[in-house]
């Protein structure tokens, strides 16, 4: 079976159901191939925070409608910090802008929904997926679905395929450059069926950071730093709720609603780029070409920001023979991606504790709290990069 078109999108998650969305709204055809089942793209449960450009974006492209119903708008994030004051990331204040609590679950779901209404092509359970001669004028996928070989012939591959996706192994190695860091811990989240309390805080803690944050106003997400080796079963609902009170203020404590979970899971952190973004007709976007700790909540709003250049790129090319963007990609993404991950590991940095700490390093990451404590200039800078890069460069 052999077909055609114009962009094939490896990978169905956030950033790749958004580029099919926005071409096909620029009527530029193209077509999906996901590893998993549709079932399994809408199981999981990652990022809750958009920021304010990422919100624009799913308006203008008529994505609002639910997220403008049951998310939360959001004027920052807390920080708690045990023996010291709270502290607020003032975003409206700084930027005049607002963040919105809408889950990547429920986007997804938003994304599959416009994508069948449109008659949009996504092909689900597609095995082996390979990219082929992209290096040349005319490159080819080809992937196994229900027992079947299949091709598609493409003018560009878009490689959506987040961290564990085959497009980044597609570059060659004489140009792929990796940078990497790893942390010697996980965050353990859960889901309770339960109100929030009013605003997203990230708590620092001798035992260890956790995050209150939530889905909707009856929805609650809270999350511990845990060991890396942890599972689930280390971790019934008892021992985790006694950890994360403890870790909170008590002031806070008292606010938080506890009950079963109906949903847990443990996730690695790490900090991850590759360069290049292009490859020949192959472009990267989001988790393919990098991560972020989740501690900045930029992963998410990241591969949006990719598929508002990439997107803008292709239209371009397509419909005004302009390659000027297509060749501006690589490095427009790449600038923006180092600047969340200097701000993720920064945050990570100051809020988690690393086992093994030297005092000296302690007492330096605390001065830094103290400094956003007292400097206005500290608090704006991080309300600015909190809220996320405007896209307009
Ligand atoms: P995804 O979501 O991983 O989707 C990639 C898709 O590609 C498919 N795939 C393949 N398809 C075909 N062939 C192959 N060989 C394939 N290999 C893989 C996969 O099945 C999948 O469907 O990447 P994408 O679209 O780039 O989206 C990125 C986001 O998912 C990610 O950055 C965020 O979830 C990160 N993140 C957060 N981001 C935020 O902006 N705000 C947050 O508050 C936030 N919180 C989080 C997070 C991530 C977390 N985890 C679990 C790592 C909280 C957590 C705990
Ligand atoms: C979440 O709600 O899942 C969440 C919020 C903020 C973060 C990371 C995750 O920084």
């Not at 910090?81 to 429920?106: N, R, S």
């Not at 994508?115 to 996928?141: M, Q």
Request: hydrophobic content about 40%; some cysteine; glycine content about 8%.
């Amino acid at each position: 079976m052999q077909t055609k078109t114009q962009v094939a999108i490896i990978g169905g998650g956030p950033a790749g159901l958004l580029l099919s969305h926005i071409l096909d709204r620029s009527g530029i055809d193209n077509i999906v191939v996901e590893r998993q089942s549709k079932a399994y793209v809408l199981g999981r449960i990652r990022a809750g925070v958009l920021e304010a450009d990422s919100v624009q974006m799913l308006r203008d492209f008529g994505l609002g409608e639910r997220m403008d119903r049951e998310g939360k708008p959001k004027n920052g994030s807390g920080i708690a910090w045990q023996d010291k004051p709270d502290f607020f990331i003032d975003v409206k204040k700084w930027t005049g802008k607002q963040m919105m609590a809408y889950g990547q679950t429920a986007i997804t779901e938003d994304l599959y929904q416009v994508r069948e209404r449109d008659g949009g092509e996504i092909v689900n359970e597609a095995k082996n997926v390979s990219i082929h001669d992209i290096l040349s004028d005319a490159p080819h996928i080809t992937y196994e679905k229900d027992g079947e070989k299949r091709r598609i012939d493409c003018g560009f591959a878009a490689g959506c395929d987040g961290f564990h996706g085959v497009s980044r192994q597609s570059i060659s190695d004489i140009v792929l450059k990796t940078y990497e860091r790893a942390y010697p811990f996980g965050w353990l989240g859960i889901m309770v069926e339960k109100p929030p309390i009013v605003n997203l805080v990230y708590a620092y803690h001798e035992r260890g950071f956790a995050l209150a944050s939530l889905r909707s106003e009856v929805l609650s997400r809270y999350y511990v730093q845990c060991a890396p080796g942890d599972t689930v079963d280390d971790w019934p609902d008892d021992r985790f709720w006694e950890e994360l009170l403890a870790r909170f203020p008590k002031h806070l404590a008292e606010q938080i609603v506890t009950g079963p979970s109906i949903e847990k899971s443990i996730a690695p952190l790490r900090s991850f780029v590759v360069e290049p973004m292009r490859y020949g007709r192959l472009f990267l976007a989001g988790d393919a070409a990098y991560i972020v700790p989740p501690t900045g909540a930029k992963g998410l709003n990241l591969a949006f920001s990719d598929v508002h250049y990439l997107s803008r790129a292709l239209v371009e090319h397509h419909k005004k023979a302009n390659n000027h963007y297509l060749d501006t990609y690589a490095d427009t993404a790449l600038r923006r991606v180092w600047s969340a991950e200097n701000l993720s590991w920064r945050l990570t940095r100051l809020l988690h504790v690393f086992p093994g700490e030297d005092p000296f390093d302690e007492r330096i990451w605390q001065n830094n709290y103290d400094l956003l404590l007292h400097l206005e200039s500290a608090q704006e800078t991080l309300a600015r990069e909190y809220v996320g890069l405007p896209f307009d460069d």
